[in-house]
């Protein structure tokens, strides 16, 4: 079993739609979780990082982490043809170990 | 803003070549990693260094190696290029002290 879970996709929804995206990880000590936003041949970058659970709004992002069933998702409000990329998330113990990355999900909003 | 630099974003090599790949970060972090990137299977941490002229290994160091001679600068080598190291190559840096990570704009290796 992999560490971090995240579907592939790709997922496509109609623009405006609210978009879900989720991973699930295994070990109950991971404290810091990351979204990464990845345009098509570009590097990632850093979307959203929360510390243990909650939630954390920006704009109209909405990094939600629930550590008791150990998953981590994604809201993207009123989603726009611009928001179209591969999203990873990522989770670690602390800034002294390696990040443990979700494979990706590849999401595309249509017009 | 934290820039991470792959000089070469594109290169085509034969099988065999001993390949270069070259990061510059400009934000004097002290850890710097390469990583590579295929469908369906994420990110894929090959080597990471937390200060010049160390290196650690990753996950997939095989057919490999780095070197840091400056801080703000992390080299690539493969040794002897093969077909199954045809991939995105992926360098980032991040500060001792904190989680967010910073990734250059990627090396598209195609080995031929």
């Known amino acids: 079993q992999k560490e971090v879970e995240q579907d592939p996709g790709p997922l496509s929804v109609p623009e405006g739609a609210i978009v879900s995206l989720n991973c699930t990880y295994s070990?109950?000590?991971?404290?810091?979780f990351m979204w990464y936003r990845q345009y098509s041949r570009k590097g990632p970058e850093l979307l959203m990082y929360t510390y243990s659970s909650g939630n954390k709004e920006d704009g109209r992002f909405t990094a939600q982490v629930d550590k008791s069933s150990k998953y981590i998702s994604l809201f993207i409000r009123d989603s726009q043809p611009s928001d179209s990329a591969t999203y990873l998330c990522?989770?670690?113990?602390?800034?002294?170990?390696?990040?443990?990355w979700g494979a990706g999900t590849k999401l595309i909003i249509k017009p | 803003d934290v820039k991470v630099t792959q000089s070469s974003r594109y290169l085509v090599k034969r099988t065999g070549e001993k390949v270069f790949l070259e990061c510059v970060q400009d934000m004097d972090h002290e850890n710097m990693f390469w990583y590579r990137q295929d469908p369906g299977l994420g990110l894929r941490l090959i080597y990471f260094s937390y200060d010049v002229k160390m290196k650690e290994k990753g996950d997939i160091p095989e057919g490999y190696s780095v070197s840091r001679e400056k801080k703000e600068r992390f080299s690539l080598i493969l040794e002897s290029a093969s077909t199954n190291q045809t991939s995105m190559y992926l360098c980032?840096?991040?500060?001792?002290?904190?989680?967010?990570?910073?990734f250059g704009e990627g090396s598209w290796l195609t080995v031929v």
């Open positions: 070990n109950s000590a991971f404290q810091y």
């Open positions: 990522a989770t670690n113990l602390d800034s002294n170990y390696q990040l443990i």
């Open positions: 980032a840096s991040k500060p001792s002290s904190g989680n967010t990570i910073y």
